[in-house]
């Protein structure tokens, strides 16, 4: 490796000001920063009720969502490689995140986020950003699939508004589904199916409708109204007030007692970490250009690893977790107009100026509304277009899609997609064919329509 090369490419990794903001100047300067302002804006009200889902289902406080996704925003507008990519958590880190935490604490996520980090940044120095995107589009929508189920399922207690503590694993969520469905509280049941509708309805509308958030409103106001007394869980009766300080630092820290399954355990969270932050936001960041009809400069693969590892080595630390693009939210920002990553940036600041005025009435939202709002999220993972794609393709891709599908819930996100590329590896040159080799995901024009919906899909 030419070590002037490599310098050149990091300080221009370095570069938080670069061509990305070229179409600010076109046309009416003051239009365009206008128009992105709105964009951070909307995406914000949006993003708030989707981040302290996210946190919560992965065994965080929900404060670490807002905080976490303001702190993402803002670094990857600053070090990434898209012009309209949106940052924060997604629904692919759920199954590993929550994994993670159901035997360790969120110290050791941080170290561990940092490592995944740290080997980001180096794959975007060594240039592995088209190497990433080779992951079979099979795979992709296998793993897609396999998340959908683990979040759905993972809403049992808070859908249905049960006591009992619901465990980790599928199993043992369909077993506490299945004994103690008859404690079922039904204003539960119907508050989370009206917030599932209500997102479903107003993201149909207008992206300029943020939809989560009307849900969590009327959750509010059921709760304090017409269904006060009826049994309803809010967010404070889990979790305790949500607090406006968000300057907490965390720093990394390893158990008391440093095993072999302690470090092994770092390599695979760190290893789930490093593929669904690049294989997440390289596809979005390619979807963003296409959607947006990108004329100018492309995103860089290589800068977006590079920036992907900055979001989290720095979010962690600031009382967050993993980060990564999310394609939903990055739709809603281009359908709004935003031109550049200063739409990222006033996402970071509008996010956290809401939830610090409205923490108290967001802490009096019942838990219901966010298992509705997360098998919403859930329903548009999976998408017919997708599917229908991998069923155009061959029974080896078929196989590998269904394998991981059901293996993710199974066995858990990095066993399940590490052994389906395996398979890949192995077994393409005897059950593929060459026209449906792995760089289908980011070239078919079904994730074009998807996206033009604005309907939610890995996040």
């Not at 035997?103 to 980001?120: D, E, P, Q, R």
């Not at 209500?198 to 993201?203: G, N, Q, V």
């Not at 993972?381 to 293996?407: A, D, P």
């Not at 005897?430 to 309907?455: G, S």
Request: net charge positive.
């Amino acid at each position: 490796m030419n070590q002037d090369t490599t310098l050149k490419r990091i300080l221009f990794f370095l570069t938080p000001i670069d061509g990305r903001y070229e179409d600010l100047k076109k046309g009416n300067v003051a239009r365009n920063v206008f128009k992105d302002l709105t964009a951070g804006l909307i995406v914000a009200m949006v993003a708030i009720p989707l981040a302290m889902g996210f946190a919560m289902a992965s065994g965080l406080r929900p404060e670490q969502g807002i905080v976490g996704g303001a702190v993402a925003g803002l670094m990857g507008a600053l070090f990434g490689g898209s012009k309209y990519q949106v940052y924060g958590p997604t629904a692919a880190f759920i199954p590993v995140i929550a994994g993670l935490m159901a035997t360790y604490n969120h110290t050791f996520l941080v170290l561990v986020s940092i490592v995944a980090g740290i080997m980001l940044m180096l794959s975007g120095i060594l240039r592995m950003g088209k190497i990433v995107e080779k992951v079979p589009h099979s795979i992709v929508v296998g793993f897609t699939i396999g998340i959908a189920i683990v979040i759905a399922f993972s809403q049992v207690g808070e859908v249905f508004g049960l006591k009992v503590k619901v465990g980790y694993g599928i199993i043992d969520q369909l077993t506490v589904l299945v004994n103690y469905i008859g404690q079922s509280n039904l204003y539960a049941v119907a508050l989370a199916l009206i917030t599932f509708i209500f997102c479903k309805f107003f993201i149909k509308v207008s992206p300029f409708i943020p939809g989560p958030l009307i849900a969590l409103a009327f959750g509010l106001i059921a709760a304090k109204t017409f269904w006060a007394g009826k049994g309803l869980v809010l967010i404070m009766d889990k979790y305790g007030a949500i607090p406006t300080d968000f300057s907490v630092i965390t720093l990394p820290a390893l158990p008391d007692l440093v095993t072999a399954k302690v470090l092994f355990d770092i390599v695979y969270f760190a290893g789930a970490i490093f593929i669904v932050a690049s294989i997440e936001s390289l596809l979005c960041s390619r979807m963003a250009d296409r959607l947006a009809g990108n004329k100018g400069m492309p995103y860089n693969p290589n800068k977006e690893l590079w920036g992907q590892g900055i979001v989290n080595i720095v979010t962690p630390l600031l009382n967050g977790f993993p980060h990564t693009g999310a394609l939903a939210r990055t739709a809603v920002n281009i359908k709004l107009g935003a031109v550049s990553p200063l739409a990222g940036i006033a996402k970071f600041a509008f996010k956290l100026l809401l939830a610090f005025y409205l923490a108290t009435q967001l802490e009096q939202v019942p838990m219901a509304c966010i298992g509705g709002i997360l098998l919403y999220v859930a329903s548009g993972m999976v998408k017919k277009g997708e599917v229908k794609e991998v069923l155009g393709m061959n029974k080896f891709h078929l196989f590998l899609m269904l394998y991981t599908g059901l293996m993710v819930p199974l066995t858990g996100f990095m066993t399940a997609v590490v052994s389906a590329i395996l398979i890949y590896v192995i077994g393409y040159r005897w059950f593929d064919t060459p026209h449906n080799h792995p760089e289908t995901h980011l070239t078919h024009d079904t994730h074009e329509k998807e996206l033009e919906e604005v309907m939610d899909h890995k996040n």
